[in-house]
């Protein structure tokens, strides 16, 4: 509940399930999490809640309470998350235009792993991770083009999502190039919910 004083350049936002003892019954909640890296690279845990479900209210519930604390949103560069339908309405609703929302890549190349056919799995991934890994974000377009021409035919609905959601994941081109592969994954929530486990 402390105020947020200082500027922060990044927020990654997550939920984990988690059991909570309430007497003598365990019941599983979520725990919303919001940790935010301030302009020196110090990673903190801004702020947490509890909620039955993952949901839109619940997010703008906790994002509304850390501006009530002090969080200059509009001094952000990103906001970092899962493709969680609830985080994004959330994000829209509380910053609006204000501050881009970038997509975790490592999930979306979960996803792709899990969709493809194990013989088209190595070809099929490497053309996507050209596309992260690229030097500029124009680049980045040319490989996600690139991509498309060989596999949309085979993966429509694959093809579709990142068709969709290809700005929001390409979001992170516009930070400083040495924080990028930091900033395109949720991954540093994800060691802190590792550890809450």
């Known amino acids: 509940h402390r105020e947020l004083s200082k500027r922060y350049k990044y927020l990654f936002i997550d939920g984990?399930?988690?059991?909570?003892?309430?007497?003598?019954?365990?019941?599983?909640?979520?725990?919303?999490?919001?940790?935010?890296?301030?302009?020196?690279?110090?990673?903190?845990?801004?702020?947490?809640?509890?909620?039955?479900?993952?949901?839109?209210?619940?997010?703008?519930?906790?994002?509304?309470?850390?501006?009530?604390?002090?969080?200059?949103?509009?001094?952000?560069?990103?906001?970092?998350?899962?493709?969680?339908?609830?985080?994004?309405?959330a994000i829209e609703d509380v910053f609006g235009d204000a501050v881009d929302h970038q997509l975790c890549w490592a999930h979306r190349m979960a996803n792709l792993a899990d969709t493809v056919e194990a013989s088209d799995r190595p070809a099929c991934v490497e053309g996507m991770r050209k596309v992260y890994k690229a030097s500029n974000r124009s680049q980045a377009i040319k490989a996600y083009r690139d991509w498309l021409a060989e596999w949309a035919e085979a993966y429509p609905k694959f093809a579709a999502k990142m068709e969709k959601d290809l700005g929001k994941l390409l979001n992170f081109f516009s930070c400083p190039q040495p924080h990028w592969e930091y900033v395109r994954t949720n991954n540093p929530i994800e060691r802190l919910n590792h550890d809450i486990r």
């Open 16 to 89: 984990i399930s988690v059991k909570i003892r309430d007497g003598r019954l365990a019941k599983e909640w979520m725990v919303l999490i919001a940790v935010g890296i301030d302009d020196q690279g110090y990673k903190e845990v801004l702020g947490y809640t509890r909620s039955k479900r993952e949901s839109a209210a619940g997010w703008r519930r906790l994002l509304n309470q850390l501006i009530e604390r002090g969080l200059d949103y509009e001094g952000l560069k990103l906001v970092i998350s899962d493709d969680s339908s609830a985080i994004a309405l």
